[in-house]
């Protein structure tokens, strides 16, 4: 173990420059939200939950277990026994301890209704991108799907188009779309929001699909690859998440390769660079490290 963590921390780093590139909300906000997040509110609830009070606790954590982020939000604000209710669950204390980014960013960009808690709480204890199998570190929010930065920038089902645009598209009503997809806005809290002015309000891309097909859109066509083809939205849908394990307590946000970033800076190439934006879970690392020479080159001046 300490021979790991010394591995660890001669040869890897945490990289913060992707993180400026999605959704980021204030610390400041979060540590205030932190506080008081599905978290009990003082002793002895005498306030009740009205027709709800008839209930069995386990039966009200079932329940709770059902709702989806926007409305376990809401419950929790109910009263001092709602929330100790939403305090006393294992899913909801982790969330509100791990995954505050993405608890705020999903309630402010209008789109919590449509994201189940367990959803969530599933995403919070996967390690794997589901497109290309490497560390995640990111959430793609319409669809709740774990992913790693560059994925963001170039995996299928990793982006989003503008609502209006889809509307023209497809000639399906803003007010028709509204109704049947889940719709989300964006903040003006990344990199690639900036410059944008304004509020911009985005489908994501399987809802794009889905909306074309149910109007006679063969796939591929020009109106998908039309929508598709638009930079910067999949950032703005898009929050970081760690992993993490509930049996360990062990939170992980991922760590790059220092080795792979001096390779990189001696040897420009496509693959170099793909290799340096590469992010790895601790235990994938180690296994990284063993074929990397400069990363073992930089451990042993450690040493």
């Given at each position: 173990?300490?021979?790991?963590?010394?591995?660890?921390?001669?040869?890897?780093?945490?990289?913060?420059?992707?993180?400026?590139?999605?959704i980021?909300?204030?610390?400041h906000?979060?540590?205030l939200?932190?506080?008081s997040?599905?978290?009990?509110?003082g002793?002895?609830?005498?306030?009740?939950?009205?027709?709800?009070?008839?209930?069995?606790?386990e039966?009200l954590?079932?329940i709770?277990?059902m709702l989806?982020?926007?409305?376990?939000?809401?419950f929790s604000?109910?009263?001092r026994?709602a929330?100790?209710?939403?305090?006393?669950?294992?899913?909801?204390?982790h969330l509100?301890d791990?995954?505050?980014?993405?608890?705020?960013?999903?309630l402010?960009t209008?789109?919590?209704?449509?994201?189940?808690?367990?959803?969530l709480?599933?995403?919070?204890?996967?390690?794997?991108?589901?497109?290309c199998?490497?560390?995640?570190?990111y959430?793609?929010l319409?669809?709740?799907?774990?992913?790693?930065?560059?994925?963001?920038?170039?995996?299928?089902g990793?982006?989003?188009?503008?609502?209006?645009?889809?509307?023209?598209?497809?000639?399906v009503?803003v007010?028709q779309?509204r109704?049947?997809?889940?719709?989300?806005?964006?903040?003006?809290?990344?990199?690639?929001?900036i410059?944008?002015g304004?509020?911009?309000?985005?489908?994501?891309?399987?809802?794009?699909?889905?909306?074309?097909r149910?109007?006679?859109?063969p796939?591929p066509?020009?109106?998908?690859?039309?929508?598709?083809?638009?930079?910067?939205?999949?950032?703005?849908?898009?929050?970081?998440?760690?992993?993490?394990?509930?049996?360990?307590?062990?939170?992980?946000t991922?760590?790059?390769?220092?080795?792979?970033?001096?390779?990189?800076?001696?040897?420009p190439?496509e693959?170099?660079?793909?290799?340096?934006?590469?992010?790895?879970?601790?235990?994938?690392?180690l296994?990284?490290?063993?074929?990397c020479?400069?990363?073992?080159?930089?451990?042993?001046?450690?040493?």
């Open positions: 173990m300490a021979h790991s963590d010394s591995i660890l921390r001669a040869a890897s780093y945490h990289c913060d420059d992707f993180g400026r590139e999605v980021h909300i204030d610390s906000h979060c540590d939200v932190r506080q997040l599905f978290k009990p509110l002793d002895c609830p005498d306030d009740g939950l009205g027709a709800l009070d008839i209930l069995p606790v039966l954590s079932s709770s277990l989806d982020v926007s409305a376990g939000f809401r604000q109910v009263s026994r929330r100790g209710i939403v305090a006393s669950i294992p899913e909801y204390h509100g791990h995954a505050l980014q993405c608890l705020c960013a999903l402010r209008d789109i919590g209704h449509h994201v189940a808690i367990t959803a709480h599933s995403a919070l204890l996967s390690q794997d991108c589901q497109s199998g490497l560390f995640a570190g959430l793609f319409p669809t709740v799907t774990g992913c790693c930065f560059p994925c963001i920038e170039s995996a299928s990793l982006s989003a188009a503008p609502l209006e645009k889809l509307a023209s598209e497809s000639a009503s007010d779309l109704a049947s997809i889940p719709i989300f806005h964006t903040l003006s809290t990344s990199r690639s929001s410059g944008r304004g509020r911009t309000f985005l489908v994501a891309e399987k809802h794009c699909i889905d909306i074309l149910s109007r006679g859109h796939e066509v020009p109106a998908y690859f039309s929508l598709m083809h638009l930079p910067g939205f999949g950032h703005e849908a898009s929050v970081t998440l760690p992993s993490f394990n509930p049996k360990t307590g062990e939170i992980q991922g760590v790059s390769c220092k080795g792979c970033q001096v390779a990189m800076k001696l040897s190439s693959e170099a660079f793909e290799r340096r934006r590469r992010v790895y879970s601790r235990e994938r690392f296994e990284h490290f063993e074929n020479a400069h990363a073992k080159k930089i451990w042993a001046s450690n040493q």
